[in-house]
């Protein structure tokens, strides 16, 4: 059973900041993988997508890599801004592509 | 298009009540999902369609769960009997898998309290 384990939980930057979030999962036999936003109470917004054929994507000021064998990604976010605060959760994509998540990583970023 | 639109945002339902909670994926998207997410966790996957076909249900999904794609178009997921541990946020997600390219597209899904 594939499983997806996010670090950190939690994280707390000043703006202006660089900084990494990591995704993790057991199984490697994954289609893709899907960055997404999620705002308090609301739905997701799909940030990236990487097949698994590609290394990493880019869009503006972030950037989302992928490494199948290992089971890894990280989504890197270039000068954070307040805006940014939520939740970040990836989800690898298997068989009916039906999406397997993490537990997600809270950002905040202060001004 | 608009994207995918839940239908009602909130709802807040006796124990023991029935609801049927409504989700109109993107236009021409074949594939259309429902997830369930409890506070703190991520979404865990319920069950899904292709245009009108239910292909998959999870083990979440228990007898009292049914969802419904008649035309391969909006979908409907009712709970009845509703219980307290039903209480989450139900997200309804569609796409149309092209190739590799399969990305997902989420509503805003439609928060249940049962009280």
């Known amino acids: 059973k594939q499983e997806v384990t996010q670090i950190p939980a939690a994280l707390s930057v000043p703006e202006g900041e660089n900084l990494v979030l990591n995704c993790s999962f057991t199984?490697?036999?994954?289609?893709?993988l899907q960055w997404f936003r999620q705002d308090p109470g609301k739905g997701l917004t799909s940030l990236l997508l990487?097949?698994?054929?590609?290394r990493e994507q880019t869009s503006g000021r972030l950037n989302a890599s992928l490494d199948k064998s290992s089971g890894r990604s990280t989504l890197y976010i270039a000068a954070s801004q307040p805006g940014d605060s939520a939740t970040y959760l990836c989800?690898?994509?298997?068989?009916?592509?039906?999406?397997?998540f993490g537990t997600g990583t809270q950002l905040k970023v202060e001004l | 298009d608009t994207g995918v639109s839940q239908d009602p945002r909130h709802k807040i339902t006796k124990r023991g009540q029935n609801v049927t909670f409504r989700c109109d994926p993107i236009?021409?998207?074949?594939?259309l999902y429902w997830y369930r997410q409890t506070l703190g966790q991520g979404p865990e996957f319920l069950t899904y369609?292709?245009?009108?076909?239910?292909?998959?249900k999870s083990r979440l999904l228990s007898d009292r769960f049914s969802a419904e794609r008649p035309k391969g178009s909006f979908s409907t997921l009712e709970i009845q009997r509703t219980e307290q541990g039903d209480s989450a946020m139900y997200l309804c997600?569609?796409?149309?898998?092209?190739?590799?390219?399969?990305?997902?597209?989420f509503g805003q899904g439609t928060r249940l309290t049962v009280v």
């Open positions: 989800a690898v994509s298997e068989v009916g592509n039906k999406l397997t």
């Open positions: 236009s021409e998207h074949n594939r």
């Open positions: 199984d490697s036999a994954i289609y893709n």
């Open positions: 990487i097949q698994s054929s590609q």
């Open positions: 997600a569609s796409s149309f898998p092209q190739g590799e390219n399969t990305e997902a597209f």
């Open positions: 369609f292709q245009n009108e076909a239910q292909l998959e």
